[in-house]
Nanobody, 116 residues
């Protein structure tokens, strides 16, 4: 199993920045795709950013392109999400997840981000 623990959430003014962290432990080898998702109250969970280590590729939702950056620190088994120029619609619980085979199997507990 893989355990994921997010941190770094908080309250920030519009236009501000936050960096989220996702610490991974357990059966993790840094080879699986990982992603950040978010869910606002009353909304469906949406993918924000993902990274595929096999091809060193990153993917971003259109709504965050140019403002968010996903990056791993393999030495620390930690995944980061740098969020700049935050907007009020960025208010959500942010989750990191690890993809195993065809689905994101392991999820963290989430960290709240509030932009006002």
């Amino acid at each position: 199993d893989v355990q994921l623990v997010e941190s770094g959430g908080g309250s920030v003014r519009t236009g501000g920045s936050l960096r989220l962290s996702c610490a991974a432990s357990g059966a993790t080898d840094g080879r699986h795709c990982m992603a950040w998702f978010r869910q606002s109250p009353g909304e469906e969970r949406e993918g924000v950013a993902a990274i595929d280590p096999a091809y060193n590729r990153t993917y971003y939702a259109d709504s965050v392109k140019g403002r968010f950056t996903i990056s791993p620190d393999n030495a620390k088994n930690t995944l980061y999400l740098q969020m700049n120029s935050l907007k009020t619609e960025g208010t959500a619980v942010y989750y990191c997840a690890t993809r195993i085979s065809d689905s994101y199997k392991y999820w963290g507990q989430g960290t709240q981000v509030t932009v006002s």
